[in-house]
């Protein structure tokens, strides 16, 4: 089961990476959409640690730092230093 975790696991980085629909992708790979769309939830899932995961960000806009704002469906609203590109990468998949 494991090996099967980290094989769609790497489908999905793949996925990430290529620029290509999930439908487009799933097609390439002979996955169904539906299938595919569950380990994408699981590999979301793993990546925030879980439900309710608090990501420690610091105080935004200090140091000169330009501050970008996340604005999540349910009104939820985060500021993250410009210069932090990779928390934003993680908030933003959260969504």
Not at 11 to 19: C, M, N, Y
Not at 23 to 40: D, M, V
Not at 51 to 62: A, E, K, L, S
Request: net charge positive; aromatic share 10%.
């Amino acid at each position: 089961m494991r090996e099967r975790r980290e094989y769609m696991f790497t489908l999905v980085r793949q996925w990430r990476e290529s620029g290509l629909t999930r439908q487009e992708f799933c097609l390439q790979h002979g996955i169904t959409l539906g299938k595919f769309s569950y380990w994408i939830s699981r590999w979301k899932e793993n990546q925030s640690g879980g439900d309710n995961v608090f990501i420690p960000m610091g105080t935004p806009g200090t140091a000169g730092h330009s501050v970008l704002s996340v604005i999540y469906p349910n009104g939820v609203r985060l500021e993250v230093p410009s210069a932090d590109l990779g928390l934003l990468s993680r908030l933003i998949a959260l969504a």
